[in-house]
């Protein structure tokens, strides 16, 4: 008797249940917000639920599938034929794709979750003249304040542009001062008018310059003649001078270029320990160092140029000023040659403090 009685319990329990979990209600399971603005804010939306059941409904947690979407939730339980809420919202900015996101929704009435969905497009904002030009010259905002050309021949004469944006309500035009000889710059229009885009264009003329191997020039550019704040408008220009191969003889009769490594460490020690670095030509004519530079004052070399026999060796002394190094060192010796496969090597040069 009493196994039939816990049974009967067990039935009623179990459709007591059920009967809750069909009755709580949701105005809707899928909210889309359509097109969304990437840069219009946060979206959000209310799915409003309707606890239809006998015991008082609680919320316990609710959860997002995304970091992208914030979940809220009424705290206090909601009794039967009363409404409660949970609210999603949506980051949009940074995100300007399609989403489809999932909020769980935890209970007392149902060991599983509701499972909420939120959808929409996020369409990309344009940027504005801030986040497109983000350094600031006065009136002249840029989108970069340095420029690589990277590898540059003895013969040629080359251009890159600088997109650059006048923030000014009037137009305004740009001067240039502390150029070196081989570097030219110019904006396209001369003058740029109030709130638009430019070109600058910046010309570094390799034969003008007669040399080989690192540059790295700054010059200030000077809006609408203010000379005082072109001291902190300093623009960079660098790259590398290499050998002009355009009239080079047979391959077969080059130089070629050997390097007795390509990394140097200096471990920690006093005083200036030194490693004596060893090029080699293995080619068929002279192997000309037209260069051989460190770009940091620590590491100093023997000798900065040279001329390489076929079959012989150079010797540089490379130093290591230890004292004055205050924290690790990565530097770079760059060697520049007439070795059409070798016209530019680095050299990694490393050591740790005293």
Known sequence: MKRISLLIVCFLASLTFAWAQNKVTFNETTHDFGQVPEKGGNVSC??????QTNVP???????ASCGCTTPAWTKEPVAPGKTGKVTATYAPL????????????????QDEPFILTIKGDVIAGKASPEEEFPIAFGYLRLKQNMIFFNQIGAAENRKMDVEVYNSASAPISLKFDKLPKYITVTTDPVAIPAATAAK?????????????????????????????????????VNGVFTNDFSQAGDPANAPKMNLSTSQIHFDKSAGNPSYVLKISN????????????????????SKNKGVVKPGDIFEAKVYLQSQKIKSQLSSTITIVTNDPNSAVKDITVTANPQ
């Open 282 to 301: 293995s080619g068929k004519s002279d192997l000309k160092l037209l260069d051989i530079q460190s770009d940091n004052p620590v590491v100093v070399l």
């Open 57 to 63: 409904m609680v919320i316990s947690r609710v959860t």
């Open 94 to 109: 940074g995100r300007p794709v399609p989403f489809s996101k999932t909020i769980s929704v935890y209970t007392n009435v």
């Open 200 to 236: 600058m264009t910046i010309t570094v003329n390799a034969k003008m310059a007669q040399k080989y191997g690192k540059f790295n020039d700054i010059f200030n550019i000077i809006v609408a003649n203010d000379v005082k704040g072109a001291a902190n408008n300093k623009f960079t």
């Open 46 to 51: 209310d799915f409003i639920l309707t606890n």
